[in-house]
């Protein structure tokens, strides 16, 4: 008996959030037992020992005058000399030759450090780490200290330096575009020609990929307004060669996570752990520079009655709060995200077919009008949401007015408007009318408080 009633049935499917935005990679440079180019997934300090690259042989080790000389069995991979490196010794003996030292390349096959008192005649050599990896475990090791909440990635590059580096990291993201959000770079890399091209192709308003770099008082001002991708620090002078400074605010910016029930927070003095605040006594002119030229450091909460190390400034290098551009970035996601959302699952919605009318784009700018509304409520974005329907000299002239004062104004041009303007659009599908004003949130940098002290009982 044939059926008197047929059922169709069709799916809507909300879209999977972008998870870009909390996907970091921390740089090695032969470090890790990993193959050039791939990486790993770490969700807890520990786990980095599982692929840390072993131990390399050492032939001999001589003092001289408070410095060892160290003699390698093969050549120091990816350093040339005058490189510096982090590395531990261990395994010699006498023993007093084992520890972590920040050290000198001085050939091909050896490097020097520095050791107070001679340990006397070398008889077993031991061995040596590969040279970034000290610093790689620093990296994980201060990143962690911030919590257990957030992983992040290690990323290998291959042995290396501040030539081949930053070279090896710029093909790599233009082969595996969109992977990671930003980068913590190895300090070694500061400043370097490399690293100053690499950054320059990352500073276009949709680029959506950041550098964190250790910088130093003598070489920050290579870091200039235009560098809207770069988030620079200078570490305190004299820290353990187990911290990374950089490290705990890399964290902080990976970890935020924005929701109506956990709103953004301002980058600018977040609490960080396990690191050392800069020293304030005699350097107020050196800070007011680093300030001045957008450069971050870790200081302290002391004004506020608060011990806690935090970060001071919170910028990127062009001076807008990290929280400005994330925001900035936030939004072209996630409008990217709702929008080819809306229209795929309209190509699978017969009782609501998405066509290319004006109740299609009503739809599109509902969902856009959503997604700026749930920046607002997560803290993103400031202002109210509002709509408009003009076409783009109207709105572009409105704008220029002040018509939309601390407002998010979501326009879409008419359909009928849009076609006449572009006819040939309609025959391609195509719909370009679509505009946004957003004003990203931001927190306070510094308050001005008048007080006037009187005399006066009364006037």
Not at 215 to 239: H, N, Q, R, S, W
Not at 364 to 381: E, F, K, S
Request: hydrophobic share 40%.
């Amino acid at each position: 008996m044939p059926s008197i009633v047929q059922i169709n049935v069709s799916e809507t499917l909300a879209p999977t959030p972008s998870t870009l935005q909390a996907t970091g990679a921390v740089i090695s440079m032969g470090a890790t037992t990993l193959s050039t180019s791939t990486y790993y997934l770490l969700t807890q300090a520990s786990a980095l020992s599982a692929i840390l690259a072993a131990p390399l042989a050492l032939s001999s080790l001589t003092w001289s005058g408070g410095t060892v000389t160290a003699t390698t069995t093969a050549a120091i991979p990816g350093r040339s000399s005058g490189d510096t490196m982090i590395v531990t010794v261990a395994g010699a003996t006498p023993t007093g030759y084992n520890g972590t030292y920040k050290c000198s390349v001085t050939g091909a096959n050896t490097f020097t450090y520095p050791l107070a008192s001679n340990p006397g005649t070398e008889t077993v050599a031991g061995t040596y780490t590969p040279p970034s990896q000290v610093e790689l475990q620093s990296m994980v090791t201060t990143f962690f200290a911030q919590g257990g909440s957030q992983a992040v990635y290690v990323l290998e590059l291959g042995p290396g330096d501040a030539t081949t580096g930053p070279a090896a990291l710029a093909a790599w993201i233009t082969t595996y575009p969109g992977v990671f959000y930003s980068y913590l770079l190895p300090r070694i890399w500061d400043a370097s020609a490399g690293l100053l091209s690499l950054i320059a192709g990352y500073e276009a308003l949709n680029a959506k990929t950041y550098f964190f770099v250790t910088t130093t008082t003598a070489t920050y001002t290579a870091y200039t307004g235009l560098m809207k991708c770069v988030v620079a620090l200078v570490e305190a002078p004299g820290i353990a060669l187990t911290e990374f400074s950089l490290a705990a605010a890399f964290q902080h910016s990976l970890a935020y996570a924005p929701s109506s029930a956990n709103r953004m927070t301002p980058f600018a003095w977040s609490f960080l752990y396990g690191v050392t605040p800069y020293p304030t006594f005699g350097n107020s002119t050196l800070l007011t520079n680093l300030l001045t030229a957008n450069i971050n450091y870790v200081g302290t909460g002391a004004e506020g009655g608060i011990a806690t190390a935090m970060l001071v400034k919170g910028t990127t290098a062009d001076g807008n709060d990290f929280t400005w551009w994330y925001s900035a970035d936030w939004i072209q996601i996630n409008c990217d995200l709702a929008i080819a959302n809306a229209v795929i699952n309209g190509s699978n919605n017969p009782l609501n077919p998405l066509y290319y009318n004006q109740n299609g784009i009503n739809q599109l700018q509902d969902v856009v009008v959503q997604t700026v509304q749930n920046a607002i409520t997560y803290g993103l974005a400031n202002g109210t949401v509002a709509r408009a329907a003009l076409d783009p000299v109207t709105f572009q002239t409105n704008y220029d007015d002040d018509d939309y004062e601390d407002q998010d104004v979501v326009n879409a041009v008419p359909f009928i408007t849009y076609v006449e303007e572009n006819p040939s659009d309609y025959g391609i599908g195509r719909y370009a009318g679509l505009q946004l004003v957003y004003i990203p949130q931001r927190g306070f940098t510094q308050i001005i408080f008048n007080i006037n002290v009187t005399k006066l009982i009364a006037a």
